[in-house]
């Protein structure tokens, strides 16, 4: 049978060999699988201004008539209704009925703007307790008039001592530090009418001090030894003055009681109905190293020691194993009160009101931000309904930008293993004022081939006036020149969809997410394009990652915990759709004695597992760092490790940004395959020669059972 392909007039085509491709129809058609929303585009309706009945009016009809899957309606910069207020939740109102009217599903956005958890600003605003805190170190300043006196800035005081970092010697000055004030300010003039008005003045010179803070006193610091000062201070946000601490769950509280019972108050038995999901954006629990009021306590409850002498081995760049076993500690800390304190508080509510939690929590992408933000995200993704992600840069994961690859494949990776039915991506934002509707297209259709089935457009605009033109450009909008083209990309995305909506995606490779050894190491503190700086062991698992895709080797990433819980059996590991066959061990420095004894009956049990590039020096254990001294399974370098690897499609020639995924569903099986190249590649494929399309998705049928645990070697 001939290949049989189409196009419109955005250069879309999708091709299937010996197998005819049925795509689905309008947006609005009802989906069979277990997806919550209409196959299609979703877009973020960004009010952003006084938003009038006719702009609200036209917007609605416009996505009506554009057969998109859903809005979500997003509070934006530029936005002139006051947000939080009743007369705001009746807007929301009328505008969830006029959508309903016109057969439009919408999301709700939690938020104004975001990250969401603060009410727009008013948490913090009217409750300064529920500021999200930061530790800061400071080695505090010797006095110029006494030069016994050390002084370092104010905030809420956790500990200052002297340290010796390689004895590590920690000795207690807490108790001694007080207060200063050393800034004097003259009063020029001062006189007498401040105390006696209407009497004759009388002038005088006068100054005082103001400003207070922390000092002590050390006659002298013993050789070796460093004054150091840990000051919990509030933490920046873009958008108000300090950010909520999420590690709070008296905050979450509040949180939900101002947004989310506002909301069901509001809309009544539309949650559920024609209100469909709430999207939530960026929530973390800050840059660095959090501090909320009861973690000390919760702390030293949990691991049997006082954390506020081990301070300072938060901020060394020491590897000895006493520091990064206390920074392990305190990002696990971290990472489980902030599901407990937010993550689980907001998805039970929405669970109890059935509605879909949606959105996603960011960085996915670095490993590096990752470690410090939230410490790791895979054990966020179960609060999800469908695993999320975002792509805030017009590019794809290719040869110029294989750090992109790792956000996608965390959610699709997440979904699979969690047996969800489909990956949500937020996309397309920032990506300038002339960007194209044809490069739009090969953004979503690369993000569709690796598995997501929920693109969520940033962002529809009501205006463009000022400088919300470059808010976060360009605008997708019906009052975009973009519209029309938008509106058949989401056509052509609503049959694509078919393929990998609730499927089973065939990736008999789990790489081993890393994530430990970057929560184990030395935080970077550098600013500006130096952020995250070059990290080699983060650079080889993008490398390893990029090597694994360019030779068509369908992979996931896996978790330490979820390798853990995956049932074994039949040289297979299994956990939810997901089915290994071969686990690759990235380059890393420190991984749990759990996965070391996991790995070890896998391998037993028939599984390959693969070392790819130097293995860990140092397992954790319950109480402690070991080294890690048995060189098993032994190294490869990455080359080698990826040429053994079972392949999804043999390509006779070179597969570099060739990417091909393979799903089942419905007793069928697909292969897509998308060429990120700039030219056509002309591709051999067993007999048979194909030219892959530049941005194209080919659509390629199994005609009979493959065993895609098989190995080249």
């Not at 808010?471 to 997708?476: I, K, L, R, S, T």
């Not at 080294?627 to 999804?648: K, Q």
Request: hydrophobic share 40%; charged share 25%; with cysteine.
């Amino acid at each position: 049978m001939d290949p049989i392909s189409s196009r419109n007039r955005i250069g879309t085509k999708v091709a299937c060999l010996f197998a005819t491709v049925l795509l689905l129809g309008p947006a609005n058609a009802v989906s069979a699988d277990r997806l919550f929303h209409k196959p299609g585009l979703i877009y973020f309706w960004a009010l952003n201004d006084p938003c009038s009945d006719e702009t609200m009016e036209q917007m609605a009809r416009a996505f009506a008539e554009g057969g998109v899957s859903a809005v979500c309606l997003h509070p934006r910069a530029g936005l002139l209704k006051p947000y939080g207020g009743e007369a705001w939740f009746e807007f929301i109102r009328r505008t969830v009925d006029r959508c309903a009217e016109k057969g439009l599903d919408v999301w709700l956005y939690d938020e104004d703007p975001f990250p969401s958890g603060n009410a727009g600003g008013r948490i913090t605003m009217e409750y300064p307790e529920y500021r999200a805190m930061t530790i800061r170190r400071f080695e505090p300043a010797r006095d110029a008039e006494n030069q016994n006196l050390y002084c370092f800035p104010g905030g809420t005081l956790l500990w200052c001592g002297l340290v010796h970092e390689a004895t590590r010697e920690a000795r207690d000055l807490t108790a001694q530090v007080g207060l200063v004030r050393r800034k004097w300010v003259e009063l020029n003039p001062w006189d007498s009418r401040y105390y006696y008005p209407a009497t004759p003045k009388v002038s005088c010179p006068r100054s005082w001090t103001r400003e207070p803070e922390y000092a002590v006193e050390v006659p002298a610091i013993p050789d070796g030894f460093k004054l150091c000062a840990f000051v919990a201070q509030p933490t920046e946000a873009e958008h108000w003055d300090t950010d909520v601490d999420r590690l709070n769950p008296e905050a979450t509280r509040q949180f939900l009681q101002r947004t989310h019972e506002r909301y069901r108050a509001a809309l009544g038995d539309r949650l559920g109905k024609q209100v469909q999901a709430i999207f939530l954006d960026e929530p973390k629990y800050g840059f660095g190293w959090p501090w909320t009021r009861d973690m000390f306590d919760s702390f030293r409850a949990r691991y049997g020691y006082d954390l506020t002498p081990r301070l300072w081995q938060l901020f060394s760049r020491s590897d000895d194993s006493e520091s990064m076993l206390t920074r392990l500690h305190v990002r696990q800390w971290c990472l489980d009160r902030f599901r407990e304190a937010w993550m689980e508080p907001v998805s039970q509510w929405c669970r109890s009101h059935r509605l879909a939690l949606v959105g996603h929590i960011s960085p996915e992408d670095d490993l590096v931000q990752q470690s410090q933000c939230v410490s790791n995200l895979f054990p966020c993704f179960p609060y999800f309904t469908v695993p999320g992600f975002d792509l805030i840069i017009p590019r794809v994961g290719d040869r110029n930008h294989p750090l992109i690859h790792l956000g996608v494949l965390s959610a699709v990776s997440a979904a699979q293993q969690l047996d969800r039915p489909g990956v949500l991506s937020e996309s397309l934002a920032c990506s300038g004022l002339e960007f194209t509707v044809d490069e739009a297209a090969r953004i979503l259709r690369w993000q569709l081939m690796m598995g997501v089935t929920t693109h969520v457009i940033h962002c529809a605009y009501n205006s463009q006036e000022g400088l919300r033109r470059i808010e976060a450009p360009p605008d997708f909008g019906p009052r975009s020149s973009r519209w029309q083209g938008m509106v058949e990309l989401g056509r052509e995305m609503a049959g694509l969809q078919a393929w990998v909506r609730d499927a089973t995606q065939i990736a008999p490779v789990a790489v081993l997410w890393p994530i430990r050894s970057f929560m184990a190491m030395p935080m970077e503190t550098r600013a500006g394009e130096n952020f995250t700086g070059d990290w080699p062991l983060r650079n080889e698992t993008v490398e390893l990652v990029r090597a694994c895709l360019d030779r068509q080797v369908g992979i996931h990433l896996i978790d330490e915990a979820d390798l853990w819980r995956a049932d074994l059996a039949d040289g297979r590991l299994r956990l939810g759709k997901a089915v290994y066959s071969h686990v690759v061990i990235p380059p890393c420095l420190v991984v749990h004695s759990q996965t070391v004894a996991r790995l070890r009956d896998a391998a037993k049990m028939g599984v390959e597992v693969v070392q790819a590039g130097d293995p860990p020096r140092w397992q954790e254990t319950e109480r402690c760092l070991e080294p890690l001294a048995a060189a098993w399974p032994a190294a490869a370098n990455r080359a080698r490790a990826v040429a053994g690897l079972p392949r999804l499609l043999d390509l006779e020639d070179n597969g570099q940004d060739i990417r091909c995924t393979v799903w089942q569903s419905n007793g069928r099986t697909v292969k897509l395959l998308m060429n990120l190249n700039a030219q056509p590649v002309r591709a051999r494929i067993g007999e048979r020669e194909l030219t892959l399309e530049p941005g194209r998705i080919t659509v390629e049928a199994e005609r009979k059972e493959t065993n895609w645990g098989r190995s080249d070697r």
